[in-house]
């Protein structure tokens, strides 16, 4: 079965310190990844998805940036972190090429930066 | 542009009554709708999907409308239970940069009470 892993669970942050966060897949291949992040009251916000190594899409320019070093590797960065950047991170994968899109997520991790 | 709306305001029910959810769209012409369910602190759950030839859907205790020609949809759960207490997320295919993603709603949070 496949699972999602997505680490630290909690963070914080001050405001100019970097930040990595790390997400993995098992049990499938070449998925296609995702990074949201939901603020406080907010829906879920697209922030990059990937559909292959190296295949990174932005959907909001921000302070944020993601990487995908390894087919199931999936990793959120920021050289310097702002306040706004604070706020839940998900990430999620879906079977690659799968017309009904249907995603799983990880646990999530809550990120204060203060 | 498109838009999901949910009502935004928490659905306080009674156990063992049904609780109606609504999604509404604009600007989609989407090929599936699905719903998820979102405990606090913890990443999305997918419940059910829809297809846009399908009228209704059912899933246990859970059933799911969709009209496409209201662009809406209807999330019921039957003989809900203090359990069913979590926020509801609708999502849709929508086109971003490179590909197909989901767009997400706000939510409704549903509170069942004993």
């Known amino acids: 079965s496949q699972t999602i892993h997505q680490w630290p669970a909690t963070l914080v942050q001050p405001v100019g310190s970097p930040l990595s966060l790390e997400c993995t897949v098992e049990?499938?291949?070449?998925?296609?990844l995702y990074w949201y992040r939901q603020a406080a009251g907010r829906g879920l916000q697209l922030l990059f998805y990937s559909v292959g190594i190296g295949q990174i899409s932005s959907e909001v320019p921000q302070n944020l940036s993601a990487s995908r070093p390894q087919d199931r590797q999936f990793i959120l960065s920021s050289k310097k972190l702002l306040l706004s950047d604070s706020g839940f991170y998900l990430c999620?994968?879906?079977?690659?090429?799968?017309?009904?899109?249907?995603?799983?997520f990880g646990a999530g991790t809550r990120l204060s930066v203060l | 542009s498109q838009k999901i709306e949910q009502n935004s305001e928490a659905l306080n029910i009674q156990e063992g009554k049904t609780a109606t959810l609504t999604c509404n769209y604009t600007?989609?012409?989407?090929?599936?709708l699905q719903w998820y369910r979102q405990d606090p602190g913890r990443g999305p759950v997918f419940l059910l999907l829809i297809r846009e030839n399908e009228k209704e859907k059912r899933k246990e205790r859970l059933k799911v409308t969709f009209d496409t020609t209201l662009k809406q949809s209807l999330f019921h759960i039957t003989a809900s239970q203090p359990a069913d207490s979590a926020t509801y997320l609708c999502?849709?295919?929508?086109?971003?940069?490179?590909?197909?993603?989901?767009?997400f709603g706000k939510g409704t949070s549903l509170l069942v009470t004993p």
């Open positions: 999502a849709l295919d929508a086109i971003h940069n490179s590909g197909y993603a989901l767009n």
């Open positions: 999620a994968w879906s079977r690659p090429r799968a017309g009904k899109n249907i995603q799983y």
């Open positions: 600007n989609y012409s989407p090929a599936y």
């Open positions: 049990g499938t291949s070449n998925p296609n």
